[in-house]
Nanobody, 125 residues
Framework: QVHLVESGGGLVQAGGSLSLSCAAS????????MGWFRQAPGKEREFVAA????????YYANSVKGRFTISRDIAKRTVYLQMNSLKPEDTAVYYC??????????????????WGQGTQVTVSS
């Protein structure tokens, strides 16, 4: 089990930007990929973005493509999510994740091995 510590989030008006960070606390942390999910009230958790740790290849949900950017700092064991042009429908609790196994990209809940504690993002209209 990996311990993931998230920061960032908050309240922003529609059209604004926010940035999330997630750091793995273990010094010996290694992973194939990291990602972000979100869960809005009354809805299931959904995939947002993922990044292959070594190669930097990225994956995005269609709903955020072109507005969100995932990146990572390997030395800091940290993944970031830059969110631009935010919409009220982006309001949710955002979770940082690592995959369940090697060569797995976390794009659905069954592929997730560890979850962060979640951070609230609220976009007002």
């Amino acid at each position: 089990q990996v311990h993931l510590v998230e920061s960032g989030g908050g309240l922003v008006q529609a059209g604004g930007s926010l940035s999330l960070s997630c750091a793995a606390s273990e010094r010996t942390f290694t992973t194939y990929a990291m990602g972000w999910f979100r869960q809005a009230p009354g809805k299931e958790r959904e995939f947002v973005a993922a990044i292959i740790w070594s190669a930097g290849s990225t994956y995005y949900a269609n709903s955020v493509k072109g507005r969100f950017t995932i990146s990572r700092d390997i030395a800091k064991r940290t993944v970031y999510l830059q969110m631009n042009s935010l919409k009220p429908e982006d309001t949710a609790v955002y979770y940082c994740v690592v995959p369940r196994g090697n060569l797995v990209v976390p794009v659905s809940p069954p592929t997730v091995g560890s979850w962060g504690q979640g951070t609230q993002v609220t976009v007002s209209s």
